[in-house]
């Protein structure tokens, strides 16, 4: 099973400024990685997957780099709606699909 | 517009067996390409995949819960029934189906979830 490590777990940053999260996994996943975005009482959103390309409807401020076994969300300048929980999902070598523990990002 | 949407019990006993219905529609899941997945996630913590099953009835199971899941579909109905069997209290968690994107691993259309507490 590929364990999916997400740093750091909680993430304070001030709107309007840049916000970068991790995620390790712990063998190689190719570019075969998704990230989400979870609201309290919310279902996941997708937000990215393929590592960088972004799902339909999201905004350009939300980007993913990497491949392998390490990768990166950035969002490049947060709005209020951008504070929420986000994860990270491997689907390179599956089952099981699994997920990171999640990276809280609040407001500094 | 494609829509996904959980039932079933909110409570069940320990031992008993938990059976949960994602109804969806925009989609088909006679269409090739197509699969609906269910993922869980316990109170306060990280979400945790269970199965899948694909449009040509392929299945796919999480290998720590596969001797107590079963997925199933009725395309006609365009419904997916998961089965959970001898239901313990660590499975309490919101239950979540989602529709696989296609030529994909990840979700792109997720059910609001439902809250499943397992206790006595």
């Known amino acids: 099973e590929i364990v999916m490590t997400q740093s750091p777990a909680t993430l304070s940053v001030s709107p309007g400024e840049r916000a970068t999260l991790s995620c390790r996994a712990s063998q190689s996943v190719s570019s075969n990685l998704a990230w989400y975005q979870q609201k309290p009482g919310q279902a996941p959103r997708l937000l990215i997957y393929?590592?960088?390309t972004r799902a339909t409807g999201i905004p350009a401020r939300f980007s993913g780099s990497g491949s392998g076994t390490e990768f990166t969300l950035t969002i490049s300048s947060l709005q209020s709606e951008d504070f929420a929980v986000y994860y990270c999902?491997?689907?390179?070598?599956?089952?099981?699909?699994?997920f990171g523990q999640g990276t809280r990002l609040e407001i500094k | 517009q494609i829509t996904l949407k959980e039932s079933g019990p909110t409570l069940v006993k320990p031992t008993q067996t938990l059976t949960l219905t994602c109804t969806f529609s925009g989609f088909s899941l006679s269409t090739s390409g197509v699969g609906v997945g269910w993922i869980r996630q316990p109170p306060g913590k990280a979400l945790e995949w269970l199965a899948l099953i694909y449009w040509d009835d392929d299945k796919r199971y999480s290998p720590s819960l596969k001797s107590r899941l079963t997925i199933t579909k009725d395309t006609s109905k365009n419904q997916v029934v998961l089965t959970m069997t001898n239901m313990d209290p660590v499975d309490t968690a919101t239950y979540y189906c989602?529709?696989?994107?296609?030529?994909?691993?990840?979700?792109?259309?997720w059910g609001q979830g439902t809250l499943v507490t397992v206790s006595s």
């Open positions: 999902q491997q689907y390179n070598n599956w089952p099981p699909l699994t």
């Open positions: 989602a529709h696989k994107r296609p030529r994909g691993g990840d979700y792109d259309y």
């Open positions: 393929g590592a960088s």
